[in-house]
């Protein structure tokens, strides 16, 4: 009797290990719905790094193992990375071209955190049944401001709300009505907002108690802020244009607010290296701050936006034949901008400003991760890094220049950007891993072939080398097609939202 228990207790604890180590059992298989097989699996959230294939059942992952597992469809991932789809956290594209192109990307989720909209309902509704990735926004201080200053709302404004009333967002308020415009933002997360979207350079007005108003706000609802923050000041004492930046770095402080910074590269330029070290020395004093950046040399606005506004040229070190007009792909001078500005304010440019070296940098240092801030697509196309971000990183950073790993650069893309939400919506806390129970947003690639396709001057062009992707359990796209007539997009929510 002894030893019959003896054997059975060697035998359950020879089950539980291999539970854990999450090995498949010698028992007759579930039903399946499709098994990613044979791939080398990464999982940053984990560390998981290894030859194993991957069963989905009901939109989840239900199974990982290293033994072959049956009772499914079998895709073959042999000679792949099976990744977690890519969370790309501001994306302005929310719309179906944009959304092909992502997807094309790897990208499973694109949310539009820095400029947002409101009310966030309108977007539900629009994409709901429609969308081909996961989407969602934070709540727009532009949005927010239109309503209280000038009792219009973000549906009259055209794809760039940047320059959607010029008047009102260089108008200041008073302190009534930045109390109206916090409480504005604040309903819309309770709404399903995912936090407080402040695009400050464009809103010259907002003074800075107004925009301290928005982090009291966050701080008490536990929903980040992101800001691209004010235009680029001199600080004539150091040379180095660091006070936009501890701007938002002191409310956050004061505030307790999370916080942040979008696209550090194109804000900072040649002063990047600085406000990494404000970055670093924040999150080393217990702020909750983090950045973000995208791998091109090229930004891109509405050229009706205030970024263009008296003093441009000085303050970011540039001339007119810096600004592209994607339509032609022609450099600008002072006479066709002007005109183009005046005639076509709402309209994409190209803006050719980041040294590559400070893009570099960005992309590579280990707070900073991945970001498209991909634009509406309105003409044949106005910046690649729309179509290209995550491939770029992949195929330039990883392989051909090896100034990144492959395990890091796909920390930067799933993981980071899933705890940067996941506090305030527990559906991402499910996004950006490959373990059981979490969702099967999956991103399959050839890591030898992965490139991005867009460039300035074709910016409409899907990456290549992406075998599958898939959306909830659904099979999106395979070798670089779109599979239509699937919607399995879901919207992201603030947990604060009422069912």
Known sequence: MRAAYSSFRHGAAVVAGLLLAGEALAVPAPGYDLILAGGRVIDPDSGRDEIADIAIKDGRIAAISTASLGGGRRLDARNMVVAPGFIDLHAHGQDPVAERLQLLDGVTTAIDMEIGTLPVADLHARMRGKALINFGASASHICARLQVLSAKSCAQSGPHQVAADPAMLAKSADPTQERQIADLMDRDVKAGALGYGLGIEYVPGAGRREIFRIFQAAGKTGAPVFTHVRSRPLDKASGVPIAVVQEVIADAATTGASLQIVHIASTGLGDVPTLLELVKGAQAHGIDITTEAYPYTAGSTAIGSSFFSDGWEQRNGVSYEAVQWPATGERLT????????????????????????????????????????????????????????????????????????????????????????EKISPQMARKGRLAVGADADITVFDPAKIKDSATFEKPMQASVGIRYVLVGGTLMARDGRVIDGQFPGQAIRSGLAQP
């Open 334 to 421: 002072q006479a066709t901008f002007e005109r183009y500005r005046k005639e076509q304010p709402d309209a994409a440019v190209i803006i050719h400003v980041i040294p590559s070296d400070i893009v570099d940098l960005a992309v590579t240092d280990p707070v900073v991760s991945i970001a498209s801030d991909g634009v509406p697509w309105t003409t044949s196309g106005e910046h690649p890094r729309g179509a290209g971000t995550f491939a770029r990183v992949l195929g330039v950073y990883v392989r051909d220049r090896k100034l990144l790993d492959l395990k890091t650069a796909i920390a930067k893309m799933t993981i980071m950007p899933a705890r940067r939400l």
